[in-house]
């Protein structure tokens, strides 16, 4: 079980702009043992699971790369450069 001294929990009160009065401080020292004393359990069952390293994936389909010409959708734009899109500056440069 992990050990909260006195000095520490009254750190971790000045931080977050709490007052603790002395009467509270032996039950909220019990409480944050128990909270870390959990968060250590939690901790130890998840180094077992293993993610897969990659999260995002379409279980429904493969991705299939599919070519195809650019210029039909191109023609629609109201602007265009070469094969790209002309749209408004959002962000200023800061040059």
Not at 31 to 40: G, M, T
Not at 67 to 81: H, K, S, V
Request: no cysteine; hydrophobic share 40%.
């Amino acid at each position: 079980m992990t050990k909260v001294s006195r000095e520490e929990l009254l750190n971790i009160a000045r931080l977050s702009y709490l007052d603790i009065h002395e009467d509270e401080m032996a039950q909220l020292m019990s409480q944050v043992e128990n909270i870390l004393s959990y968060a250590e359990r939690v901790t130890e069952i998840a180094a077992d699971i293993e993610e897969p390293p990659i999260k995002n994936v379409n279980v429904f389909r493969e991705d299939v790369v599919v070519r195809t010409d650019t210029e039909p959708i191109l023609a629609q734009a109201p602007e265009r450069e070469d094969n790209y899109f002309v749209v408004p500056r959002i962000l200023e440069s800061s040059e």
